[in-house]
């Protein structure tokens, strides 16, 4: 079955310090990875998908096959990055649904 | 380009009370969803659509409705609001393959409901 995991609820970091965001996925078939973010009060909204290989406010993802994972990474934190993150898998063929992980709050400190 | 609208944004409704949330896009996209998002639990898909007509139920599709006569309007009814149907609920768009798609989902800002 298709899932998508994201073992941590919470990640508290200080600004300045890296940060690594988890998610892992389970897909049989050839994964289309997302990071949706959603800000306070705002929209849920795309990040970054891993097709396009692009930096998206100084994040990352990279997607690692054998590992099965998609981790969303930034070298150095700010308190703007405070918001909700969820990973994503687009299941292919006919209907393009996606799937969410449970998500991610990161809090960044001053 | 007003993107997804949803209505209302909050709404309080008692046991047993029908409503209808109200979804509607003027990105011309065929595909339409809606998911509803519980604390610690992600974003569950309730009900989708690939086209004015079509729709089809999601993972937790139960104690729902939805229809799409027309291509812009997606709307989810609730007949016999339970608290358990308690929630943010999410109505989201994407183009069709085939139109500019990057399988980006547009979302709506959300409508938060209370039953009680």
């Known amino acids: 079955a298709q899932r998508v995991t994201q073992p941590e609820k919470l990640l508290s970091v200080f600004k300045g310090a890296p940060v690594e965001l988890k998610c892992n996925y389970s897909?049989?078939?050839?994964?289309?990875l997302f990071w949706y973010v959603q800000y306070s009060r705002q929209r849920l909204q795309l990040l970054l998908r891993h097709i396009s290989r692009e930096s998206i406010k100084g994040f990352t993802a990279d997607l690692n096959k054998g590992e099965t994972s998609f981790h969303l990474k930034k070298p150095f934190a700010q308190e703007e990055d405070s918001a909700m993150y969820y990973c994503?898998?687009?299941?292919?063929?006919?209907?393009?649904?996606?799937?969410f992980g449970t998500g991610t709050l990161l809090a960044v400190q001053p | 380009n007003a993107g997804v609208t949803q209505t209302p944004k909050f709404r309080i409704l008692k046991i047993g009370q029908s409503m209808t949330l109200q979804c509607t896009q003027d990105?011309?996209?065929?595909?339409m969803y809606w998911y509803r998002q519980d604390p610690g639990m992600g974003l569950k898909l309730i009900y989708y659509s690939v086209g004015a007509g079509i729709t089809d139920k999601g993972e937790v599709p139960n104690g729902y409705n939805v229809s799409r006569s027309t291509t812009e309007d997606f709307p989810l009814r609730l007949e016999l609001a339970a608290p358990s149907q308690t929630s943010v609920y999410f109505c989201?768009?994407?183009?069709?393959?085939?139109?500019?798609?990057?399988?980006?989902?547009?979302f709506g800002e959300g409508s938060r409901l209370t039953v009680l």
């Open positions: 897909y049989s078939g050839s994964p289309e």
């Open positions: 989201a768009s994407r183009p069709t393959p085939g139109q500019v798609d990057t399988g980006e989902l547009f």
């Open positions: 994503a898998l687009s299941q292919s063929g006919a209907t393009n649904k996606l799937i």
């Open positions: 990105m011309n996209h065929n595909y």
